[in-house]
């Protein structure tokens, strides 16, 4: 658990929401041009839609937005360390063993299923005949 129990940032200033408005405007610069050049082989399409959302991205990894994004995909990496994985076998294990489980309510369900039709449909339905 990480011991930060509150983060103190500064506000975002002007100048991060003028690097955002400006990575977006990027953003939708690379999707336009995409559609624009049409006409374009597919690589050409491609690369300046690559170019505007690497842009975009590096301008936005920049603000106090990114900057805190990149702290979480830090912290988030250090927790993944802390995983315990399962192993080949028990990973198997685990998914016969639902596998297993997953028949027999299957098997449980249709005799209920059976059962209900057989009282409802064939018994109760026919009284007031």
């Known amino acids: 658990m990480n011991a930060k129990v509150e983060k103190t940032e500064a506000p975002n200033n002007g100048f991060d929401v003028v690097k955002l408005v400006l990575a977006g405007v990027l953003f939708v610069a690379g999707m336009v041009a995409y559609y624009y ?6 690589w050409g399409r491609i690369g300046v839609l690559s170019a505007g959302v690497i842009a975009a991205v590096a301008i936005t990894s920049f603000t106090g937005f ?3 994004g990149r702290e979480y995909l830090s912290e988030s990496r ?3 360390r802390k995983v315990v994985w399962p192993t080949r076998d ?16 299957s098997l449980l369900l249709g005799l209920i299923d059976v059962i209900l039709k057989w ?7 026919k009284l007031g005949h």
Do not use: Q, Y
């Open 90 to 105: 028990e990973t198997i294990r685990t998914t016969l063993v639902i596998m297993v489980v997953v028949v027999i309510l």
């Open 119 to 125: 009282v409802v449909l064939d018994h109760l339905l």
């Open 66 to 68: 990114g900057r805190s």
């Open 78 to 80: 250090f927790e993944l």
């Open 37 to 42: 050049f049409a006409d374009w082989n597919g």
